[in-house]
């Protein structure tokens, strides 16, 4: 496996950008790939406050560029991380044992839970950014793609898998990739964006991991997925609050 094989992967698992294939000599690429997650958010969040700079310049209102910003985000990612969210809100929609909640979780079809929370989430971040001029709103959007993928290496981190099976059991991260990403996500959080945003941050990856170890038993493919998600917007609004 070549030294480029952990970008290579981070990148066609998170984006919709190719990157052809890479030889492997186990079943652990998602792990080799973990410490880059962070990395491939900033390209994220870079692509999207692209999008926000290129509405400004054609003279659209902060609320539709930051709209189209995020329709893009989630073209780029192939909505994995709102496909997480909706499959972890069904879950916790069920009443009864870990077992059933697991099951509605693998179930294709979005519920009413599911459908909710990813409107919510996608409204909140387009409000979120309707608040803030261009250059605030693209630097939001970097910090918050960023410390949305570090939350996901440090929940694989530091919570067990739910099942023996599945993508959340493939994704075993080591303390170095852990502490890579940790100090990536909060420079950024810093650097881009305030010190609050980094606190905010910091509630919102608790708050996930209570209610995974909680409601599942630990983590799955699908609550890595809403782990991000639910940083990403938690970080937009403590931006939107702190600059507006």
Same mark, same amino acid.
């Given at each position: 496996?070549?030294?480029?094989?952990?970008?290579?992967?981070?990148?066609?698992?998170?984006?919709?950008?190719?990157?052809?294939? +890479?030889?492997?000599? !186990?079943?652990?690429?998602?792990?080799?790939?973990?410490?880059?997650?962070?990395? +491939?958010?900033?390209?994220?969040?870079?692509?999207?406050?692209?999008?926000?700079?290129?509405? !400004?310049?054609?003279?659209?209102?902060?609320?539709?560029?930051?709209?189209?910003?995020?329709?893009?985000?989630?073209?780029?990612?192939?909505?994995?991380?709102?496909?997480?969210?909706?499959?972890?809100? !069904?879950?916790?929609?069920?009443?009864?044992?870990?077992?059933?909640?697991?099951?509605?979780?693998?179930?294709?079809?979005?519920?009413?839970?599911?459908?909710?929370?990813?409107?919510?989430?996608?409204?909140?971040?387009?409000?979120?950014?309707?608040?803030?001029?261009?250059?605030?709103?693209?630097?939001?959007?970097?910090?918050?793609?960023?410390?949305?993928?570090?939350?996901?290496?440090?929940?694989?981190?530091?919570?067990?898998?739910?099942?023996?099976?599945?993508?959340?059991?493939?994704?075993?991260?080591?303390?170095?990739?852990?502490?890579?990403?940790?100090?990536?996500?909060?420079?950024?959080?810093?650097?881009?964006?305030?010190?609050?945003?980094?606190?905010?941050?910091?509630?919102?990856?608790?708050?996930?991991?209570?209610?995974?170890?909680?409601?599942?038993?630990?983590?799955?493919?699908?609550?890595?997925?809403?782990?991000?998600?639910?940083?990403?917007?938690?970080?937009?609004?403590?931006?939107?609050?702190?600059?507006?």
């Amino acid at each position: 496996m070549t030294a480029l094989a952990g970008p290579r992967l981070a990148v066609s698992f998170l984006t919709v950008v190719p990157t052809g294939r +890479v030889e492997i000599a !186990d079943g652990a690429w998602l792990a080799r790939a973990a410490v880059w997650f962070p990395v +491939v958010g900033a390209v994220v969040g870079g692509v999207a406050a692209g999008t926000v700079a290129l509405g !400004d310049a054609a003279g659209l209102s902060p609320a539709v560029s930051g709209a189209v910003a995020i329709a893009v985000a989630i073209a780029f990612t192939r909505g994995l991380h709102e496909d997480g969210l909706a499959d972890t809100a !069904d879950g916790l929609g069920v009443h009864g044992t870990r077992e059933r909640r697991l099951a509605a979780m693998k179930d294709s079809a979005v519920g009413a839970h599911g459908a909710l929370a990813m409107a919510v989430a996608v409204l909140l971040a387009a409000l979120a950014l309707a608040s803030l001029d261009a250059t605030h709103a693209a630097r939001a959007l970097v910090a918050a793609h960023v410390a949305s993928r570090a939350a996901m290496v440090l929940a694989a981190a530091l919570l067990p898998p739910a099942s023996a099976t599945g993508l959340g059991r493939g994704l075993a991260v080591s303390a170095t990739a852990a502490g890579v990403a940790a100090l990536l996500g909060a420079a950024t959080l810093v650097v881009a964006g305030t010190p609050v945003a980094l606190l905010a941050a910091a509630v919102a990856l608790v708050a996930a991991l209570g209610i995974q170890r909680r409601a599942f038993g630990g983590r799955t493919g699908d609550t890595l997925g809403a782990t991000g998600k639910l940083v990403e917007v938690v970080v937009l609004i403590a931006l939107s609050g702190a600059w507006s």
